[in-house]
């Protein structure tokens, strides 16, 4: 079975950071794209960010580049988004989610098969 558990969310001021974690087992993590999606109340599911297989490559939404950081770390079988200035439009159920195998990392939602179980971040003072 797919295990996606994600933590690191929370409330926090405008300008503010947080790290979101997304713990994987070694089977759904090694050799698979990785993505970050989150979806806001009343929203559709919007793209974040992707990494590819081997972490070599990584995809921003316009709305988070130069904010947000993906980055994978193979030895903890955990992948991370680290977000930075945050803004309350930033405000969000935030999911992690398994994409194809040595896939590239997709901005497209069909490309990923599992979610982790989401994690609230708000963003207000």
């Known amino acids: 079975q797919v295990q996606l558990v994600e933590s690191g969310g929370g409330l926090v001021q405008p300008g503010g950071s947080l790290r979101l974690s997304c713990a994987a087992s070694?089977?759904?993590?090694?050799?698979?794209?990785m993505g970050w999606f989150r979806q806001a109340p009343g929203k559709e599911r919007e793209f974040v960010s992707a990494?590819?297989?081997?972490?070599?490559?990584?995809l921003y939404a316009d709305s988070v580049k130069g904010r947000f950081t993906i980055s994978r770390d193979f030895a903890k079988n955990t992948l991370y988004l680290q977000m930075n200035s945050l803004k309350p439009e930033d405000t969000a159920v935030y999911y992690c989610?398994?994409?194809?195998?040595?896939?590239?990392?997709?901005?497209?939602?069909?490309?990923?098969?599992?979610w982790g179980q989401g994690n609230q971040v708000t963003v207000s003072s």
């Open positions: 989610e398994r994409g194809g195998i040595y896939g590239s990392g997709s901005r497209e939602p069909y490309e990923y098969a599992y």
């Open positions: 990494i590819n297989w081997s972490g070599s490559n990584v």
């Open positions: 070694g089977r759904t993590f090694n050799n698979y794209a």
